[in-house]
């Protein structure tokens, strides 16, 4: 896993998390995905919206 954004008080706030299944570019929060955002699987699916403790919350967008 690799992390490249900005750190403040040492904790990961916002940037881009890449691995071999995804790829997360938004807002970080207690090390979760938390504000505006984007996961892409590597199967090509997206989700673009808002995150609260890494899950999806309220509205976005879902491409398959």
Do not use: P
């Amino acid at each position: 896993t690799s992390f490249e954004g900005t750190f403040k008080n040492g904790e990961r706030v916002e940037g881009r998390i890449t691995n071999d299944n995804f790829t997360y570019s938004g807002w970080l929060k207690n090390d979760q995905y938390n504000g505006l955002g984007t996961l892409t699987l590597k199967n090509g699916t997206s989700y673009a919206g808002n995150f609260v403790n890494g899950l999806f919350h309220g509205e976005g967008e879902l491409h398959f």
